[in-house]
């Protein structure tokens, strides 16, 4: 079956600008979480969702960002007055049990 | 303040030879989870420790999670170019509903 996809796979925005990325988790999985990478780092927790809403949103930098799962299932997160120290690879993981499935990711770059 | 130090940051090493990656903390953890990352792609779980002093072993990778469930560490025999790649440590906190808490990584390089 299909893993977690993430779309777009590179996202290149200008200082200031909005930024949606977008995850589809695996079919059936109630879990879905965010994570940012940088360089050279192990991932860091953003935003942990159980079905559609937010559990735990205690990693999101500030208000910013800010993440929405509707239905459930494709989740969109979004980034607002983006700025340079946003770069970095933005991944997605679902889970069913303790096991966590995560997406390829999204590195964002912000000029 | 990193919640996880993992050690070493990066390690280049022959094939054939045996190496261990260590995860320490100050934190308990409910369990443990080892991942590798390949470029360009997000992190793969290799296993999960839950009790204190549980070894675990997967092919030449051994997996040992400390009796008070505030270290780990993965122990690689036998190195081979295959196992080139990020390694990361991650931590699930008691009473937590999935949360990791990830460790900065240990870059593998084995030369052939």
């Known amino acids: 079956g299909a893993g977690v996809s993430q779309t777009p796979s590179n996202k290149v925005t200008e200082k200031g600008k909005y930024v949606e990325l977008r995850c589809d988790p695996i079919s059936g999985h109630t879990a879905l979480y965010w994570y940012r990478q940088s360089l050279g780092q192990g991932p860091e927790f953003l935003i942990y969702f159980q079905g559609t809403g937010a559990a735990d949103d205690s990693g999101l930098p500030n208000d910013r960002f800010f993440a929405v799962r509707p239905e459930g299932s494709v989740s969109t997160l979004k980034i607002q007055r983006t700025e340079r120290g946003d770069s970095a690879v933005y991944l997605c993981?679902?889970?069913?049990?303790?096991?966590?499935?995560f997406g390829p990711g999204t590195r964002l770059t912000v000029l | 303040t990193q919640l996880l130090e993992q050690s070493p940051q990066f390690l280049s090493i022959q094939e054939g030879e045996n190496l261990t990656v260590y995860c320490n903390s100050s934190s308990v953890f409910s369990s443990l989870q080892w991942y590798r990352q390949e470029p360009g792609e997000g992190p793969v779980l290799l296993v999960t420790v839950v009790t204190g002093g549980e070894v675990k072993k997967l092919k030449r990778l051994t997996f040992q999670f400390g009796d008070a469930r505030k270290d780990s560490s993965l122990h690689i025999t036998a190195a081979q170019t295959g196992d080139t790649g990020l390694y990361l440590c991650a931590g699930a906190m008691a009473g937590n509903t999935g949360k990791l808490i990830f460790g900065q990584g240990t870059t593998l390089q084995v030369k052939p």
């Open positions: 993981a679902s889970s069913l049990g303790h096991e966590q499935f």
